[in-house]
């Protein structure tokens, strides 16, 4: 089903999210230039604080977002996820600033799996990794290039969704923002580059290398109601068709912060798929065990998901996207 959005309502020239990204690329990254990391994110720490007490509104959202998904959780738990929720943000936002030279020793991440992902490398058809988005993800990707000469290309769709921002910060900050993000990624394949992107991706797994996609990324022309967290939900079908093309083995990884720099990396095993002859059906089949294994990892850290800000965004289908149900 084809549809359209709405109009777009007018956008002011600047809004409180512009001032937030003022003073991040301007003040917070000099003195994270000449900080020691960790001075630095020891001189910021009340921001989190900070940023927190001027977040109620948000962290009321979520905590109504939580409470819906997760009935089986008292309602102080759920509020205690909503903040942590928040407070991860902007830790994970602090700790970008010094991202590169932040993890220094290889105490600071803990990896599961590793014996997975060499046996799936060994067959050498590359290897396609999918998560979700966790504060973890930055960290956990620096840490395997750098201690265990892992690179994962990451797939990233390119600047950050305008909402919020005035023309102003869409025009300057955020392109400046995004510019600063990919060079915290490092190697990454931006889906914005529309003709280049599938060859990347192509590329890269016909060298033996891995790519890193995003299950829970909405914004995509190609969607599938899913069942996730008691609704359907729309997730794209692209990432399985990565997998029929190019027959890579598929599998699952988490990213997840446990503060203070600290990560854990947890590959599982191969996702094992129903595997037919029809594009559609293919997609319609396996898709919904993804987002089962998916979801069983929100679960068990709901406040290490960053999609809870996005998660009534999934229920209706993005402008001139194509939605598809994977009911039998």
């Known amino acids: 089903m084809r549809t359209r959005l709405g109009k777009v309502r007018s956008r002011p020239l600047v809004s409180g999210l512009d001032l937030f990204y003022l003073a991040y690329l301007g003040p917070l990254r000099l003195m994270a ?6 001075a630095f994110l020891a001189v910021t720490r009340p921001l989190t604080a900070a940023y927190r007490a001027t977040q109620g ?4 959202t979520l905590r109504r977002v939580m409470e819906k998904a997760l009935p089986e959780c008292d309602s102080s738990v759920v509020r205690s996820y909503a903040v942590k929720n928040v407070e991860g943000f902007a830790e994970r936002a602090l700790e ?15 990896v599961e799996g590793e ?6 490398l060994a067959e050498g058809r590359g290897l396609i990794l999918f998560s979700g988005h966790f504060y973890g993800s930055r960290a956990g990707r620096v840490h395997l290039e ?13 600047l950050p969704p305008p909402r919020n921002v005035g023309r102003f910060g869409r025009r300057f900050l955020q392109p400046s923002y995004d510019r600063l993000l990919s060079h915290w990624l490092g190697d990454e394949i931006l889906l914005r580059d529309r003709r280049d992107a599938p060859l990347q991706l192509l590329r890269a797994l016909r060298e033996n290398g891995i790519v890193n996609t995003q299950l829970d990324a909405i914004d995509s022309r190609d969607v599938w109601k899913v069942r996730f967290f008691h609704d359907d939900r729309l997730f794209p079908g ?7 093309v190019t027959g890579a083995p598929l599998a699952q990884v988490d990213f997840l912060s446990d503060g203070a720099g600290q990560v854990r990396v947890r590959f599982h095993e191969r996702t094992r798929l129903e595997h037919v002859e029809d594009r559609d059906e293919f997609i319609a089949r396996n898709l919904p065990r993804l987002v ?12 290490q998901w960053e999609g809870w800000g996005e998660f009534d965004r999934m229920i209706a289908p993005r402008e001139l996207g194509s939605e598809r149900s994977t009911d039998a």
């Not at 509104?57 to 009321?60: A, D, G, P, Q």
């Open 33 to 38: 230039a000449v900080l020691p990391p960790r």
């Open 57 to 60: 509104r948000r962290i009321e």
């Open 96 to 110: 970008d600033l010094v991202r590169r030279r932040l993890i220094h020793s290889p105490d600071q991440a803990s």
């Open 115 to 120: 014996d997975l992902l060499r046996q799936a």
């Open 146 to 158: 750098r201690y265990l000469g892992l690179r994962l290309r990451a797939v990233r769709r390119g």
């Open 238 to 244: 692209g990432l399985l068709d990565l997998v029929r």
């Open 292 to 303: 089962a294994q998916l979801e069983a990892t929100i679960r068990a850290d709901p406040d």
